[in-house]
Each structure stands twice: as C-alpha cells, then as structure tokens.
C-alpha cells in the first residue's frame, strides 16, 4: 500500500448500502446472480453487489422514463463525468477527445484488440484473471499467453518480458490484456509496476489495453493509478465504466480511452460500434460519475469493514485458508489449499454447503484450489456465507 491517502474515504454523509436490503428482497431479484443456483444456495459468485441503487443513478433513469426518453445514445456527457471523476479522485487529466462510448468493457476490449493485433496474433494475461478475458480473446481469433502474476500476486516485470519477447519473436503483434485493479486478487497495481510495465510494452512493441472498471472500488489508504497517466504508456488504451462500482452491469455503457499516440487508432473504430451502447446505460453512469461520489464512499467504507469481517470469520471457523484483505475490488480470493478439497474448493462449498463462490480454475493457471468470494453484500449474509463454508468441511 505505497502512495498512502489514509483519509480518502468519508464515508459518513449516507448509510452503508451493503446493509440495506434483506434477503428476502435480494431473492426477488431476477439477474443471473440470484437465479442462476436454486434456493437454498447463497449466492456470492459473480460480481454484481446487494446494494439498492445510487439516489443520484435511480433518478436520472426514473426521470428518462417518465420522459420517454429511451432514443439512442449521443454525446460527451458520460466522458465529461468520467474526465471531472477522474481529476477529482486519482488527479488524472482524462482527455474527452479521445474518448469512444462502447457498449460495455469487454466488447470495448474486443474492438481495440481488433485494432493492434491480426488472427493468431498474442493476447497476453496475469493469470490468474477474469475468465472472460480468455473466452473473448478466443472467440475473436487471437491466442491467449499467460503472463502469471508473481508473488503477492503483484506483476511480475521478469516474466512479463520473457513472454513478450516469446510471442513478439516472429515479428507478429501482441497485446497485453491488463487487469488493473486485478480480478480475482484485488491487487492494485502501483504507479512503479505500471510503469515498468509500459517501459516493457514498448521495448518489445506491445499494445497495452488496461481494463480498468474496477478503478472506483480501492480500500482505504490505497491509490489507484490510471494506466495512462504513467511515463510511457502514450500508446495504450484504457477501458472504463460505472458498471461495477454503482452495480450497473445492466445498464451496459463503457468508454474506451485512448493515449495520446493511439487517438488515430481509436478513431478508427466503426460507427456500428457504438449502436450497441444503450442511452440508458450513459444517463446511469454519467449520473454515477457525476453525483454519485457520497454513495460509492458509503459502499468502500462497508467494504473495509467486510474485508476485515472476513479475515475474522475466517480465523476463526475455517483457519486453514489463506485470505488476505484485497487493495480494491469486492472480490476476495481465497487460498483454500491446505483444506485438501482438491482443485476446485468451490464446488464442495455449492454441493455440501451450498453457498455459491466462484470456482478458482476457471481464472486460470494460479486458479486450483482457490475460490473467489464476492464481498459486495451485508455483513449478515457474508457470516452466514463462512459458516455455509465450514459446515461443508
Ligand atoms: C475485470 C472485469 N472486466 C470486465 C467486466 C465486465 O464488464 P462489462 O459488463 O462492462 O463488459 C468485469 C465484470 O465483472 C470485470 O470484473
């Protein structure tokens, strides 16, 4: 935790949202979190949050509704909320002109990974990650390398130069697919691990991409560093959202962000692009960006407390698993190893506990015998969780 800013959580102006709502309310919901497993399950897989929306969030779509005002999307408004939030919290001049609306992260991903690689051409990742990465780099035609982070699940620079030397040998391009902050550890990378990962990048002629959706959701005292703001990075993009702080996976909008030497490259990117975005999606987030500073403070200060909760329950019901309090995100993975539950721990925890985490494998090579627990709920639900998991044992 370099770069300390102890006090930038004032978390007193609102209630906490992670202790708002019941579970009996949380079971009405109809997204794939709570429907996806039967009812006795308790859900604390995939990232979406238990949380009732941001005031600020529920009123710019209650207010469009009543308006009809449901057309298609246009405009800088979203770029200009994200631009005046990143200057407020990470002091990151954000440039609106080089900004494009896609319809969410991932596919933001894909178009720009069309830009700066062919087919067959290397899409490096920090195994373990978010398991889309491989699905939609795949998908596309290009090759997924796996740049595992070291220790502390921090980058590893050594290992990030041996594969990037590996896959640009030939001459082919590659891209490097960066996590920051990371899914599933919660590792929040530092402004001397971005830059080196920059100075890497263009020794060796890689394009970097930073998905950078979980920027809003650092814990106390910790500082997230935009990509494009280290030395270096002029040639990279980065992919930024609402989506995951303010829980607004269902109003898809995202915008990539290029560095002022791929502005030509991001301008290239089709038209037929953005008629993916949804208007409603933009007022969400724009309204997110904009107003809903208090509420996201109100949310980190619960998710400390959940860390710590965690780390508590865990000591106390289930010690052998290895669990440190993240840097950022609301996910915490789980170092289930010494339980002796083989490579997928989570799937013992579903059959015989049922509690739903998600499985560690699926994050690739690191993955075995690990779980990744979603925070983002009461500290009522996160206790029952633990118990869930150590009755399965
Ligand atoms: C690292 C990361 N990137 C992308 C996404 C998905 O974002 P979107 O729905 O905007 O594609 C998630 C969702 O959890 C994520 O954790």
């Not at 298609?72 to 979203?78: L, M, P, Q, S, V």
Request: aromatic content about 6%; charged content about 25%; hydrophobic content about 45%.
């Amino acid at each position: 935790m370099d770069d300390a800013i102890p006090d930038d959580i004032d978390d007193t102006a609102e209630p906490d949202p992670l202790g708002r709502l019941t579970l009996d309310r949380l079971r009405r919901r109809t997204s794939v979190k709570w429907r996806r497993y039967a009812e006795d399950v308790l859900p604390l897989w995939v990232a979406e949050m238990d949380v009732p929306l941001a005031e600020p969030v529920a009123r710019a779509l209650t207010e469009a509704v009543a308006a009809g005002d449901t057309g298609y999307a246009y405009g800088t408004g979203y770029a200009e909320a994200l631009a005046a939030f990143a200057q407020e919290r990470w002091g990151f001049d954000l440039a609106v002109e080089r900004t494009l609306l896609v319809p969410d992260v991932m596919l933001g991903a894909v178009e720009l990974l069309k830009r700066v690689t062919g087919p067959g051409d290397a899409v490096v990742v920090n195994s373990p990650v978010y398991r889309p990465f491989y699905a939609f780099a795949t998908h596309l035609g290009r090759r997924v390398v796996e740049a595992p982070l070291g220790t502390g699940w921090r980058l590893d620079p050594e290992r990030l130069a041996e594969v990037f030397r590996e896959v640009t040998a030939g001459g082919g391009r590659a891209a490097l697919l960066l996590c920051s902050p990371h899914n599933p550890t919660g590792t929040v990378h530092t402004a001397e691990e971005l830059t080196a990962v920059a100075a890497l990048a263009d020794r060796y002629g890689v394009r970097v991409i930073a998905d950078e959706i979980h920027a809003p959701l650092t814990a106390r005292g910790v500082r997230f560093t935009p990509y494009l703001s280290v030395p270096g990075a002029g040639t990279g993009f980065s992919l930024m959202s609402a989506s995951k702080a303010w829980n607004l996976a269902g109003a898809k909008a995202a915008l990539a962000v290029a560095g002022p030497e791929a502005g030509h490259e991001l301008a290239a990117v089709p038209e037929e692009v953005g008629h993916g975005v949804s208007h409603l999606g933009v007022l969400a987030h724009t309204a997110a960006f904009r107003e809903g500073g208090a509420w996201l403070d109100a949310v980190r200060g619960g998710l400390d407390r959940n860390r710590l909760l965690l780390g508590r329950l865990l000591a106390e019901r289930l010690p052998e698993v290895r669990y440190r309090p993240a840097e950022g995100t609301y996910l915490a993975w789980l170092d289930c190893r010494a339980l002796g539950l083989g490579d997928d721990p989570a799937a013992v925890f579903l059959d015989r506990g049922r509690v739903a985490l998600s499985s560690g494998p699926e994050f690739g090579t690191g993955g075995a015998g690990h779980a990744r627990l979603n925070l983002a709920t009461s500290p009522e639900l996160l206790t029952e969780a633990v118990h869930r998991m150590a009755a399965a044992l």
